[in-house]
């Protein structure tokens, strides 16, 4: 069988969140081309340590590294990532070919009731699960007087945890639950604008992840990349990296495309940025734009203020060992 018609073989993490991710690519990278593509399911490192905070693990990249190894080894043609959760620095040999439409970035609160951030009654001890610090510092900053507790698993496990009342509430993002389909737990979930919580950067998108010299998938891939998401997500991971924090460091960002005028050149990118300290007792936002063009260049700027405002501090403070 040769290259041309044996299946594209996609990546993907075990998870059902992940195969349903990776499915949605399988699909439309088997219509834009008319050659089918399969799933190729595998643990990494961190879905073989799924107790162990993410903190804790002494190197970057534990929950692409399987994946990534696949892609490089020849063995899969493509690998399909949540952006959000992909390390800034690339790595070696492999590039990120696409980025498809993506889905909605923000975050989900997840209850009982249906309460929104606001109407969390303050009667009793309210208890919220989630390991992230960026929303663990955007909801502390609003609402000091919640429980946040730590929270791991993958999707089902989260919601289990307030359906069996181990928790009042819980976080996830939004994207993940439409993704999944309908939540089958009897919960009510309402989701959480930017203006309280901002979504971690690259949030609801996908990375389509190929070989530098594997012209023919390059080639596919682009078929099914969507060029505004590419250019706002690529606004964001910049000011990420500008930042120097990886996916568990208390930073959010999001961009969206404002047009102003009908030609292509006139488009411009806003984007929004926040750093804070995890427990929330300093929150800093700011937000700038620029041309489409120069999409890298803005997210160094806006990293650059936030971080002239105080965010060297909160990130300097992050390194320390005694923290």
Known sequence: MTAGT????VA???SALARAQAGLVADALAEATGRPAELVPMATTGD??????IEAFDRKGVFVDATRDAVLSGDCDVVVHSYKDLPTDPAEGLMVAAVPLRADPRDLLVTREGLTLS??????PF????????????????????????????????LRKVVDGDLDAVVVALAGVQRMGPVEHDVRAVPLEPGEVLPAPAQGALALECRVDDAETRAALRLVDHEPTHVCVRA????????SGGCTAPIGALASIVDQGTGGGSRRVELLGMVADPNGTRVLRSSHQAAVTQVEDLGRTLAA?????????????????DR
């Open 119 to 124: 109407r969390i009654p303050r009667t009793h």
């Open 236 to 243: 964001e991971r910049a000011m990420l990296a500008a930042l």
């Open 305 to 321: 203020t936030l971080l002239s405002n105080g965010g060297d501090e909160i990130l300097a403070a992050l390194d320390r060992p």
């Open 12 to 14: 993907t993490r075990r």
């Open 6 to 9: 044996r299946p594209w073989r």
């Open 48 to 53: 073989k340590h799924p107790d162990r905070a």
């Open 127 to 158: 208890t919220l699960g989630t390991s992230s610090n960026r929303r663990r510092a955007q909801i502390s900053k609003a609402r000091r007087d919640l429980l946040i507790q730590p929270l791991r698993g993958n999707l089902d496990t989260r």
